[in-house]
């Protein structure tokens, strides 16, 4: 399995930004999430999907703002995370995370660790 995340960039406070992550080998049935890590900061967990792309979860700082979905009809899996009311404090490198996990919920407990699968992750800025 192998996971391509992209889309990062520079904003700022109040714009928006659509990460993907593409996915490639049997990552059908995994649950596939996104978290970050801000210079100096651990890596949080940022928001995640279920295989079928029915179940989401949050993290609180995000709720409203972000939206993760998925796709899962081509060979090559894809995910999104749509960032809107993007806030100074959103900046971080972003990864995104696929694992045989049980639910979305499940991925944020982990925290992250423990998780299969990373992809490479992208640089997000927003300036105020």
């Known amino acids: 399995v192998q996971l391509q995340a992209s889309g990062g960039g520079s904003v700022q406070a109040g714009g928006s930004l659509r990460l993907s992550c593409a996915a490639s080998?049997?990552?059908?049935?995994?649950?596939m999430g996104w978290f970050r890590q801000a210079p100096g900061k651990e890596r949080e967990f940022v928001a995640a999907i279920n295989s079928g792309g029915s179940s989401t979860y949050y993290a609180d700082s995000v709720k409203g703002r972000f939206t993760i979905s998925r796709d899962n009809t081509n060979a090559k899996i894809t995910m999104w995370l749509q960032m809107n009311s993007l806030k100074p404090d959103d900046t971080a490198v972003y990864y995104c995370?696929?694992?045989?996990?049980?639910?979305?919920?499940?991925?944020?407990?982990?925290?992250?660790?423990?998780?299969?699968?990373w992809g490479q992750g992208t640089l997000v800025t927003v300036s105020s």
């Open positions: 995370a696929a694992d045989e996990i049980l639910s979305p919920q499940s991925m944020a407990t982990t925290g992250g660790t423990g998780l299969d699968y």
């Open positions: 080998g049997p990552t059908t049935m995994f649950v």
